[in-house]
């Protein structure tokens, strides 16, 4: 059974910084393809895409919103990812979700594409 794991988040000021780490296991297949993403979604809003990370290779996507202010990366020792966000504004507000599943080279960012869920961590972001 593939299980998701998030830790991190909490509150912090606009500006601040805040890491999100993931740690996904149980995997059924070759575990190279269990590509990993992070979602958010805030009260009254969709949940969206905010990064996808391919554990064959470390290569990434992020959603346009993002702008150069967040980083996803993994510690292969570790068999973490993780999402840094920086220059945080109230905006970023939400509960922060990872995903992982099986992929052979793509790693979209539509929560439809994923069957293996976190419980979220929540990042509140206010002075």
């Known amino acids: 059974q593939v299980q998701v794991v998030e830790s991190g988040g909490g509150l912090v000021q606009p500006g601040g910084s805040v890491r999100l780490a993931c740690a996904a296991s149980?995997?059924?297949?070759?575990?190279?393809?269990?590509?990993i993403a992070w979602f958010r979604q805030a009260p009254g809003k969709e949940r969206e895409g905010v990064s996808c990370?391919?554990?064959?290779?470390?290569?990434?996507t992020y959603s346009d919103f993002v702008k150069g202010r967040f980083t996803t990366f993994r510690d292969i020792a570790k068999d973490v990812v993780y999402l840094q966000m920086n220059e945080l504004e109230p905006e970023d507000t939400a509960m922060y979700y990872c995903?992982?599943?099986?992929?052979?080279?793509?790693?979209?960012?539509?929560?439809?594409?994923?069957?293996?869920w976190g419980q979220g961590t929540q990042v509140t972001v206010s002075s």
């Open positions: 990370i391919r554990r064959s290779d470390g290569r990434t």
């Open positions: 995903a992982t599943d099986f992929f052979l080279g793509a790693c979209p960012l539509t929560d439809y594409d994923y069957d293996y």
């Open positions: 149980g995997f059924i297949r070759d575990s190279n393809y269990y590509n």
